[in-house]
């Protein structure tokens, strides 16, 4: 890796970036019919449009997303958090006319649509790839969370030369024309890894937000060892 990666804090911003960049919001989620809703309620009102990628839910996800105004795509069989949003990529990529970026958030209600605006203003600037951070708030992140959050930053920080703060967070936002470039393999939790080496790799000028730590009764697919693990190893395999 080199490290000529340009790289600083993105501050907070207003709510209107007035960029006239066109953004869409990928939300990959399975069986995210209770959360759903006050998500895409939120996310109304904001300058984007909203793509929701269902990964084989049997709760209706698809119809409560079509409901609340976002663009469904559903998958008959649960595939992987990666293999939802690799799916979604590819429809947004189809698209006329062209977004320039894509905003991904997850479902469970973790990313608050709130934060969102803070996204919109940097999305003019000159980065690639913003990367949310919950590290501002590190004291509410439960232990568990925060212990391998850390290792997985870590080794991240090693394979691409570069300090990065949570890199497992699933709240960025990265430039279309970035991530066709990718070639993305991943089917599960490790895609967001394999985001960011393969940004990284690729030159990308990186930022960070500072989001807000939402733990609750929403409760996550994220098995700590066993996709820390498979984060580690995709770092082994993108780093090079």
């Keep these: ?29 399975h069986n995210g019919s209770d959360s759903l809703p006050g998500i895409l309620k939120a996310l109304a009102p904001l300058p984007v449009d909203v793509w929701v990628s ?8 698809a119809d409560v997303a079509r409901a609340g105004g976002a663009r469904a795509i559903s998958f ?3 595939s992987g958090k990666g293999a939802a949003m690799r799916r979604g990529i590819a429809a947004i990529s189809k698209e006329e006319p062209a977004y320039d970026w894509v905003l991904f958030m997850d479902g469970d209600g973790q990313h608050l649509p709130g934060e969102v605006p803070a996204f919109l203003e ?27 959050n850390r290792i997985g930053s870590r080794v991240l920080a ?16 990265v430039r279309l024309s970035l991530l ?3 070639r993305l393999e991943s089917a599960g939790f490790e ?17 960070i937000i500072d ?13 700590p060892v066993h996709d820390t693990f498979r984060i580690c190893m995709a770092g082994l395999r993108y780093a090079r």
């Excluded at 869409?24 to 989620?29: A, G, K, R």
């Excluded at 989001?211 to 098995?223: C, K, L, M, P």
Aim: glycine fraction near 12%.
């Design 1 to 29: 890796m080199t490290d000529s990666v340009a790289y600083r804090p993105a501050p907070h911003a207003s709510p209107d970036g007035g960029t006239g960049l066109r953004t869409s919001v990928l939300i990959p989620v």
């Design 54 to 61: 269902d990964d084989g839910s049997t709760d209706g996800t």
């Design 76 to 78: 008959p069989v649960k």
């Design 122 to 148: 940097e999305i003019g600037s000159a980065y690639d790839f913003l990367q949310g951070s919950r590290w501002r708030e590190s004291e509410r992140i439960p232990r568990a969370r925060a212990w391998t």
């Design 158 to 173: 090693w394979f691409s030369g570069q300090h990065i703060p949570d890199t497992q967070c699933g709240f960025r936002a």
């Design 180 to 182: 066709k470039r990718l």
């Design 191 to 207: 895609i967001e890894t394999e985001i960011l080496l393969k940004s990284l790799r690729a030159g990308a000028r990186a930022g």
């Design 211 to 223: 989001i807000t730590a939402v733990y609750g009764e929403q409760g996550s697919h994220f098995r």
